[in-house]
């Protein structure tokens, strides 16, 4: 990867929240499943009884990594597909105990979609309130559990923010709730499509019935993902037409995918704790640049101290006083690549909901840029986005209608 993002070709990338490149040593393990081995698992001849092996051998090593059992693992698309298949597939399973359902208004497209589709049905949505820094009051959530709540759906850690929940806590405190009740409500979900490279995935530490994580977000091939599924919980498939999954999500596997998601989740989980570090310094020597010699920015998430709450490669800045549209195309004309917040929105011009949702003014959120940071960055790509991010809000700032008499 360093031949494409070298300081020759100038394409600085700081997007990694929205998608990484695919390791070159995963990208060589995957190729023998475009052209040799390529027949349907399904199939009983040789061939694709080494396939499905194999597709069984991915399960079992991410399963090591979550510390669960291979029967929990399933395969999707991407995290959407799985974030639909836990929210869609309890809700419809379990209605006759109740439609109440618990979540907050910074979780992704991926899981607040499904959500209005559901309110439209007749289930009631309750979104907890968050800070300023994105994290939810663990007593908001214990005081809005009831008897026909049915699911409790919140993100390990927040895609425009960096702001990581406490998911361990969540998890007892619904555990508590079971006990008390003496039932199996709610249901525990949360979206991990952020948490991949970084933070643990000990399902059993976690305490929670549902995950969801994303291929393409932890340097593997596009097209994959995974839901864990704890074997006591009961969700309806959503997609019909055929036996795979354990009959939980018909298709034909993408075998490349999927071999090549265990592969990159065994690297990223393996070398976390370095990178961690590697990258938590990168991000804090970004931050002190851009503060150091920008007026008028604003750090949005967590503190950077505040290392139990934050992604270590997360960094979502407003720029005061101009667009982050804007900011960004001109960033974009020296090959540096960002982001506005959610890639999934960027091609809407509203503000960033998540930001809003932490009580952020339009203004603000308007102004802000996210950066992550990841595997093919370097210190040299900080000093190069400096050379040019001054002078551009300057720039912009100039000719921003705010600041013009």
Same mark, same amino acid.
């Given at each position: 990867?360093?031949?494409?993002?070298?300081?020759?070709?100038?394409?600085?990338?700081?997007?990694?929240?929205? !998608?990484?490149?695919?390791?070159?040593?995963?990208?060589?393990?995957?190729?023998?499943?475009?052209?040799?081995?390529?027949?349907?698992?399904?199939?009983?001849?040789?061939?694709?009884?080494?396939?499905?092996?194999?597709?069984?051998?991915?399960?079992?090593?991410? =399963?090591?990594?979550?510390?669960?059992?291979?029967?929990?693992?399933?395969?999707?698309?991407?995290?959407?597909?799985?974030?639909?298949?836990?929210?869609?597939?309890?809700?419809? =399973?379990?209605?006759?105990?109740?439609?109440?359902? *618990?979540?907050? @208004?910074?979780?992704?497209?991926?899981?607040?979609?499904?959500?209005?589709?559901?309110?439209? /049905?007749?289930?009631?949505?309750?979104?907890?309130?968050?800070?300023?820094?994105?994290?939810?009051?663990?007593?908001?959530?214990?005081?809005? *559990?009831?008897?026909?709540? *049915?699911?409790?759906?919140?993100?390990?850690?927040?895609?425009?923010?960096?702001?990581?929940?406490?998911?361990?806590?969540?998890?007892?405190?619904?555990?508590?709730?079971?006990? /008390?009740?003496?039932?199996?409500?709610?249901?525990?979900?949360?979206?991990?499509?952020?948490?991949?490279?970084?933070?643990?995935?000990? &399902?059993?530490?976690?305490? !929670? #019935? %549902?995950?969801?994580?994303?291929?393409?977000?932890?340097?593997?091939?596009?097209? =994959?993902?995974?839901?864990?599924?704890? @074997? +006591?919980?009961?969700?309806?498939? /959503?997609?019909?037409?055929?036996? /795979?999954?354990?009959? %939980?999500?018909?298709?034909?596997?993408?075998?490349?995918?999927?071999?090549?998601?265990?592969?990159?989740?065994?690297?990223?989980?393996?070398?976390?704790?370095?990178? +961690?570090?590697?990258?938590?310094?990168?991000?804090?020597?970004?931050?002190?640049?851009?503060?150091?010699?920008?007026?008028?920015?604003?750090?949005?998430?967590?503190?950077?101290?505040?290392? #139990?709450?934050?992604? $270590?490669?997360?960094?979502?800045?407003?720029?005061?006083?101009?667009?982050?549209? =804007?900011?960004?195309?001109?960033?974009?004309?020296? +090959?540096?690549?960002?982001?506005?917040?959610?890639?999934?929105?960027?091609?809407?011009?509203?503000?960033?909901? $998540?930001?809003?949702?932490?009580?952020?003014?339009?203004?603000?959120?308007?102004?802000?840029? @996210?950066? !992550?940071?990841?595997?093919?960055?370097?210190?040299?790509?900080?000093?190069?986005?400096?050379?040019?991010?001054?002078? *551009? &809000?300057?720039?912009?700032?100039?000719?921003?209608? &705010?600041?013009?008499?």
């Amino acid at each position: 990867m360093k031949k494409i993002f070298n300081k020759k070709n100038k394409l600085i990338y700081f997007d990694h929240a929205s !998608t990484t490149y695919t390791d070159k040593e995963v990208f060589k393990k995957i190729k023998p499943y475009f052209v040799d081995n390529f027949a349907n698992p399904s199939s009983i001849y040789d061939i694709a009884r080494k396939v499905n092996g194999d597709i069984n051998e991915a399960r079992r090593e991410i =399963a090591e990594i979550l510390f669960t059992t291979p029967d929990t693992i399933f395969f999707t698309s991407g995290g959407t597909e799985s974030n639909n298949l836990a929210i869609f597939g309890t809700a419809y =399973a379990h209605e006759k105990k109740g439609k109440h359902i *618990i979540s907050v @208004r910074t979780e992704h497209e991926a899981v607040l979609k499904p959500l209005e589709k559901l309110k439209k /049905q007749g289930f009631e949505i309750e979104y907890l309130p968050v800070d300023k820094t994105g994290k939810i009051n663990l007593k908001n959530l214990q005081k809005a *559990i009831r008897p026909d709540t *049915i699911l409790v759906t919140i993100m390990y850690a927040n895609n425009e923010i960096g702001t990581i929940n406490d998911i361990a806590e969540i998890g007892k405190i619904i555990l508590k709730h079971r006990k /008390q009740s003496g039932n199996n409500y709610p249901i525990f979900h949360t979206d991990a499509c952020q948490a991949g490279t970084s933070l643990d995935l000990n &399902v059993k530490k976690l305490h !929670t #019935d %549902l995950m969801t994580l994303n291929s393409s977000k932890i340097y593997g091939p596009k097209g =994959a993902g995974i839901l864990y599924k704890d @074997r +006591n919980i009961t969700i309806e498939p /959503q997609i019909l037409g055929g036996h /795979q999954e354990s009959g %939980l999500r018909a298709g034909t596997e993408n075998i490349p995918a999927i071999i090549g998601m265990a592969e990159a989740l065994k690297k990223v989980q393996k070398n976390k704790d370095r990178e +961690n570090i590697r990258l938590r310094k990168l991000r804090d020597y970004m931050w002190n640049e851009i503060e150091s010699k920008i007026k008028k920015v604003k750090l949005n998430g967590p503190e950077l101290t505040d290392k #139990d709450h934050r992604l $270590v490669n997360n960094l979502n800045v407003s720029f005061l006083d101009i667009e982050g549209e =804007a900011l960004l195309l001109y960033l974009n004309e020296k +090959n540096i690549v960002c982001s506005t917040g959610s890639a999934c929105n960027s091609l809407s011009l509203d503000a960033s909901h $998540v930001l809003l949702a932490c009580g952020i003014s339009h203004e603000e959120a308007h102004g802000s840029l @996210r950066f !992550t940071l990841g595997h093919c960055n370097q210190k040299s790509d900080i000093d190069y986005l400096m050379q040019y991010l001054p002078s *551009i &809000v300057e720039k912009l700032r100039e000719i921003s209608p &705010v600041n013009i008499k």
